[in-house]
């Protein structure tokens, strides 16, 4: 049997790749000419652990291979992006635009699985386009189901086999067929329900942690105020046995908390007044930790230069989407145009196109920009900040963000 795996990202590209070390035949498929001349060289075009292996074998093997043409297969999984319009609203033009390519070769009794995080409503969404492009069908036996993924970056190879899975079907029998597929590599819980429950459980899941790290968010900026270490409050009252605060931070980033919150509101606005007010704490955050080093550079008597150590958007990876750490150092290269902005980022060796056009930004290593700074902004929990000696900070005024160095 022949899957056809439509965009091969983060989530796509390990899902064909595990697929096919299960003894599935694989296409991929990606608009991204770079993205299919990687695959087909048995290279990972961004950093995952393990996913490298898997994908050179599989391509060896002749069980993986990729092209920026959909081919007809017998399942297809979509995994494009669904980034948000200006309004919020979430943006199903990429969902589309792969359902229009998959219409044509359909016979009517294919399986076509939404994997792409939605708002709900958004497989319906998808079966209807594909009907009105296909009214022929309308009578057929496609079965259309939405499988949301819960891998965590960094830990995608092994949570796509552990994690349990919901698996929502337009009908039963769609549920059925795609759990039937899901089962070659998952060994998790499979959980059958509808297609829109499902849509709206990996919102849910998201937003229930963007609530809970803006309620962190919140007690920092009040401990602030109190004169209060908020790391230790959160670490007293996590002992009780029935509370667990998340850690506050610089704000909240990456292409999931921060973004699938909002296709909530968007889906009921007048309902949702918590989940937006917890977006808004949350992106209200960098501005907070500007105004922390405004005090700090009030303080000195010259010009600070000041370190901005991090700017990916959670430790130990190099991922830079909505990066609360990459915008900060970006809005104190303009607050601060006399300073020298030395940043910190281990993970990536290229300046940041956020950082590119600005002249007062150096991107260092951290020991050279800890000998120099006269402020240290810690924005990233990476291990390697983790390790500097409290001798490398003296003298200097440090915000901690993360509360690596209390
Ligand atoms: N963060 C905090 N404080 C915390 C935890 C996280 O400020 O206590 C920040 C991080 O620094 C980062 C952001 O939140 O900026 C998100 O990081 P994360 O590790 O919480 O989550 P992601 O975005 O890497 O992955 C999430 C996961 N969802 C949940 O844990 C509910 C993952 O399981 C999902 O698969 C993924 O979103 C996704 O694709 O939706």
Known sequence: SRVVVVGLGYIGLPTAAILASRGIKVSGVDVNE???DAVNAGRVPFVEPALGDFVEKAVADGMLSASTETPAGEAYIIAVPTPFNADKSANLDYIKAAAGNVAPLLQGDELLILESTSPPGATEIMAEHIYSIRPDLRESNLLFAHCPERVLPGRVMEELVTNDRIVGGITREAAEAARDLYSVFCEGEMLLTDAKTAEMAKLVENSYRDVNIAFANELSVISSRLGINVWELIELANHHPRVNILQPGPGVGGHCIAVDPWFIVAAAP?????????????????????EQVRQAAAGL???PKIAALGLAFKANIDDLRESPALSIAAQLADEFPES????????????????????????????????????????VDHDQFKAVPATALAGKAIVDTRGLWR
């Open 34 to 36: 770079a993205t299919v």
């Open 301 to 303: 008597s010259r010009t």
């Open 270 to 290: 007048e309902e949702s007044l918590l989940i937006r007010q917890a977006r808004e704490t949350n992106d209200a955050k960098p501005n907070w930790v500007i």
């Open 340 to 379: 020298s902005i030395l940043a910190v980022e281990p993970h990536v060796s290229a300046m940041p196109k956020a950082l590119a056009g600005k002249s007062n930004v150096t991107l260092e290593e951290t020991d050279a920009a800890l000998e120099n700074a006269d402020i240290v902004v810690l924005l």
